[in-house]
């Protein structure tokens, strides 16, 4: 019913969140490709045509991307036959989902090959079993595609999505003879207190997603291609925590509250763009395409979060005996001060500027394929905290505090392989690396120099067999891979200054597996899928 599902599908993928988070062979990340063009947040499945999964470091593709892989979907293009379609469904917990949809041609001086246009719409709604529980999903899509000639188009579109999450938690059971400093303390989750109204029942979060994208491509000839495109979006996001009461103590009965109500904003914007430039062409025996691009991605976000001060968020402990509705308080920036103080209140952004060359050979009449490329990235960083201004004699003082580091370079590569060992089993192999940018939150914003922040860096092997039988109605993949994560920020605590943290980038991970895709077509109508990682 959600594109949330589909993760579950291919090996060592753990799918797309309400909040556009995944994690690909054991590497978390946020920022999924729509089209190739980088974006943040969830997506839904309603303009959605297909997802790939691309496994492994594969920044020397796309740029900036967690180690383990990135996720791209793939939007529906405009069709010039026409078709319209509606479907609905409704099922227990109020599960209800309606998408309609339609393409076609619009005729331009009678002629029906030049434009053609899609849109659809859907509606999604579900409960669950928990109170309060639930999921609510609007999304609307419209895209053209212009035709100037068969060798040159141009298409927009245009994706709009609106998501409310009601989230209320379960709390934690604990043992009231441990003490609070042990580790034996939490003993499960309160599953027996399931049915009991014990929360404020306005913990949610709300997110609009605004996307505009535009492709113009051209064939200059037989030999060369071009492609250039260009994508924005706007994602605002409120979210809201009642205070949460988390610890469940069976002997007495109550509940404790251990957080405080909380709002948080992010007003988040992106802009990405691409110039893609194609050479296919024969060189003697073999076959060969070079690719070179140029592209630009910038996320910037604006993130004021707010807790209520101690005294106004209601009792510490509640009787589950005894049910009402737990005390919260109403959020307006009016009554920041009174109910309410500043948590965090910043704006920051991560922008890339890179360079791609990739060169691809196919020869032994296509029975070896072999791909080598390396991509340059240029990164600035900022921040700008506006809880904090630069002191009295400063020559900004009493302006917010910010900081700014430009220059910061990474060079990556890719190098692979396929050979077609008998017809229908091709062994492969690749070596491949990426980056992520250092977070522009760790930037030290105070008056001391600032501290470089660096890009974290990945590099992956990946060796295994493709197979291809029945008539391609079987084919599986069996993939053994090594991948490992420099440059992660860390904090740890300061020996010498007790309650003090000193937070370096000297963390690491490493995750190597083994996995197994198979798809098999049983018939025209019914395919089997199966997946093992581990």
Known sequence: FDLTEEGALPSSVSGLDQGGNFSVRGFGGNVTLRNGFARVGNFDRTSADRIEFI?????????????????????????????????????????TRVDIESTGSIPLNGNSKKLAYIT?????????????????????????????????????????????????????????????????????????????????????????????????????????????GASAYHTPRHSYTSGGLSNYNPVTRTLSRTRRPNFSFLEG??????????????????????????????????RPTYNAVSTTFGPANVSVDQPTEIAYVPFSTERLGTDYVVDRDSKDYAGTIGNFLRHQIWAFDDRFVAVAGVRYDDVTLYKKDYRLTYPTGHPRAGQPREAKIEGITNTSTVLGFNYTVVPGVIFYGSRSESFVPGQPNALNVGVNPVVTVPNQTGLGYETGFKLDAFESRLSATVAFYEITLENVQISEPDPNNPGLTIISFDGGQRSKGFEIDANWRVTDKLSWLGTYSY
């Open 269 to 302: 914007d992106g802009q990405s763009a691409a110039l893609d430039l194609v050479a296919s062409y024969k060189w003697g025996a073999t076959r060969n395409k070079t690719l070179f691009t140029v592209d630009y991605y910038k996320n910037e976000g604006d």
């Open 120 to 228: 659809n719409a859907s509606y999604f709604h579900r409960n669950y079993e928990g109170r309060e529980l639930s999921t609510l999903t609007r999304s609307f899509y419209l895209a053209g595609l212009y035709r100037f000639s068969e060798k040159t188009s141009l298409m927009l579109n245009f994706d709009y999505s609106f998501t409310r999450n009601n989230n209320v938690q379960l709390p934690f059971q604990i043992d009231p003879s441990q003490p609070t400093t042990s580790t034996r303390r939490y003993t499960g989750v309160a599953t027996e207190i399931d049915d009991l109204y014990y929360s404020n029942s306005s913990n949610w979060n709300r997110r609009n997603i605004y996307t505009f994208e535009g492709v113009f491509e051209h064939r200059i000839n037989e030999i060369f291609s071009a492609r250039f």
């Open 55 to 95: 496994k492994g470091p594969a920044a020397a593709i796309y740029g900036q991307t967690a180690p383990g892989g990135i996720i791209n979907i793939i939007s529906k293009q405009p069709k010039f036959r026409r078709a319209q379609s509606v479907s609905a469904s409704y099922g227990s917990y109020d599960n």
